[in-house]
């Protein structure tokens, strides 16, 4: 019987992983367990579960001194993940195991109490590590399979419960592969429930804003009074985009297992966070003791929708500015340093003053001018250069309301065409299917988008009557390089540059 044995696991650290060694010691001893190498409070607990989950399912459990080390040590590691590698070394160590049995192999799984294995966070992740590190096998809870497929090119194994696992390394009774899981590519997409362009009534300017925006991946900023339609028109904006691809599924779905809420399902339709206004700055941004993905990550490749957005708090609003430039946000603790991608499109909406009724036809602002001045300072400079389209949204008149027929599609169909014709030359003039006019740097916009001498002298005039900072002035060259997109130009002219200037 082998005293020592050694089990392959995977500690997810933010967006990336590492191998990490399970090692076993038996020796003679009171009977008792313990577990080293930087475990948190779910790790120390596993004790009991494993123990129980291999005496309920018929196995021998030692009754000796057990010593658990999970290396490096250097590694701070959490989740109940590690059940399964513990339990199964355990087993290795006293001899009902060999070696070659878990060869090559990575193993992960919450255990219950009867044996069952439960599925775990980070199953993308695990298997991503695996696969870099050049091991060719995963052994995951059948709930976590699903999710882990995604990543192709490795051997993946759902298992139920301790018990059919053990019987399976043992070849006594193998898992087949019509168990595992299928590959989940398919052609066939859920329908969205998104609202469509077509059962917004009215609102033109806005519509072909938004168009605008989801041809470029622009940020965009619709302000209005109550009962204008902003929200409906933000939730336009998800069917708007084309369909996720493999790729692009992937990566979604790694976020959202990562941070726990989905663990079995794959994330098929681009992300639609609209988080409430009370929202923490970490929950949006991201953070906790052990850093978890924030609301602008889970809209990584999708809409982040900030409804009234002055009614957020200042820090919140402010710290979204870096993430907005970088597509990324990185948090530092004191024992680890994580970056998740947060490329996704702003949608943000707010109501003109305090009341909401500025500039209302139907209805008189009750605000005082210092008010209003008050509440529109919510949204700093910074902030407001890194949203490229602005647009006021007025009340609908009732006369196009009872007139307007909501049942018809053709607005939408149309509009998401052109977006499509849009996004396809960009992917060919960028020679990249990710990149966007809105991501052009300072540098690129002098060989992708340049101006004629009518377009510079207009947006030159533009630029000092109205002091737009040089952040906004490129803002405009790149919102214009979107409508010449959808207008088929392969100049920018003079007419995109004045369409550009009306959304500042």
């Known amino acids: 019987m082998a005293s020592t044995a050694k089990i392959l696991t995977v500690s997810p650290v933010g967006y990336d992983g590492s191998i990490v060694e399970v090692e076993s010691d038996i020796s003679n001893g009171l009977?008792?367990?313990?577990?080293?190498?930087?475990?948190?409070?779910?790790i120390d607990e596993s004790k009991e579960r494993v123990r129980s989950a291999i005496v309920n399912s018929g196995l021998e459990y030692p009754t000796k001194r057990i010593t658990i080390n999970l290396a490096p040590a250097e590694i701070p590691k959490e989740g109940t993940h590690y059940d399964l590698p513990i339990a199964l070394s355990i087993l290795l160590s006293a001899g009902q195991l060999r070696e070659q049995d878990v060869a090559n192999s990575i193993f992960a799984?919450?255990?219950?109490?009867?044996?069952?294995?439960?599925?775990?966070?980070?199953?993308?992740?695990?298997?991503?590590?695996?696969?870099k590190s050049g091991i060719n096998t995963i052994y995951l809870p059948s709930n976590n399979a699903n999710q882990a497929s995604l990543v192709g090119g490795i051997n993946i194994i759902p298992v139920d419960n301790i018990k059919q696992l053990y019987l399976h390394l043992k070849k006594e009774k193998i898992i087949t592969k019509d168990a595992v899981c299928p590959h989940i590519y398919s052609e066939e997409s859920e329908p969205n429930k998104q609202t469509l362009l077509d059962e917004v009534a009215g609102q033109e300017q806005a519509k072909r804003a938004l168009i605008i925006a989801a041809a470029g991946h622009h940020n965009i900023l619709l302000s209005g009074p109550p009962g204008a339609g902003k929200s409906m028109l933000?939730?336009?904006?998800?069917?708007?985009?084309?369909?996720?691809?493999?790729?692009?599924?992937?990566?979604?779905?790694?976020?959202?297992?990562?941070e726990g809420s989905s663990t079995e399902s794959i994330i098929r339709q681009r992300p639609f966070r609209s988080p409430h206004h009370t929202a923490s700055q970490t929950s949006l941004i991201g953070g906790g003791s052990s850093p978890k993905p924030g609301?602008?990550?889970?809209?990584?490749?999708?809409?982040?929708?900030?409804?009234?957005?002055?009614?957020?708090?200042?820090?919140?609003?402010?710290?979204?500015?870096?993430?907005?430039?970088?597509?990324?946000?990185?948090?530092?603790?004191?024992?680890?340093?994580?970056?998740?991608?947060?490329?996704?499109?702003?949608?943000?909406?707010?109501?003109?003053?305090?009341?909401?009724?500025?500039?209302?036809?139907?209805?008189?602002?009750?605000?005082?001018?210092?008010?209003?001045?008050?509440?529109?300072?919510?949204l700093s400079g910074p902030l407001m250069d890194r949203i490229d389209l602005v647009v006021h949204v007025s009340r609908v008149p009732n006369s196009t309301l009872s007139s307007y027929n909501s049942l018809s599609c053709e607005q939408h169909k149309t509009a998401s065409n052109l977006i499509q014709s849009a996004l396809n030359i960009q992917s060919i003039r960028y020679n990249c299917s990710d990149k966007y006019n809105s991501n052009l740097t300072n540098r690129e916009i002098n060989t992708f988008a340049k101006l004629d001498e009518k377009s510079k002298n207009m947006l030159s005039q533009a630029s000092d009557k109205l002091s737009l900072s040089p952040r906004s002035y490129f803002k405009i060259i790149r919102v214009a390089r979107t409508i010449a997109d959808l207008d088929n130009s392969t100049k920018i002219q003079a007419a995109h540059i004045a369409e550009a200037l009306q959304y500042r």
């Open 31 to 42: 009977p008792s367990i313990r577990i080293v190498g930087l475990g948190n409070k779910s």
């Open 295 to 378: 609301e602008i990550s889970l809209a990584h490749l999708g809409v982040l929708y900030l409804d009234e957005i002055p009614e957020f708090s200042h820090s919140s609003i402010e710290a979204l500015r870096q993430p907005l430039e970088d597509k990324k946000v990185t948090i530092t603790r004191s024992r680890m340093r994580v970056t998740y991608p947060a490329n996704f499109m702003l949608v943000a909406t707010m109501n003109p003053c305090p009341c909401g009724y500025f500039g209302d036809q139907t209805k008189e602002c009750s605000c005082t001018p210092a008010q209003i001045a008050n509440y529109q300072r919510k």
């Open 109 to 131: 799984g919450e255990l219950a109490l009867n044996g069952d294995i439960r599925p775990t966070s980070g199953a993308i992740n695990i298997a991503e590590t695996a696969k």
């Open 234 to 258: 933000a939730k336009t904006l998800p069917n708007l985009l084309p369909p996720l691809s493999p790729e692009e599924m992937l990566a979604t779905t790694k976020i959202y297992s990562i």
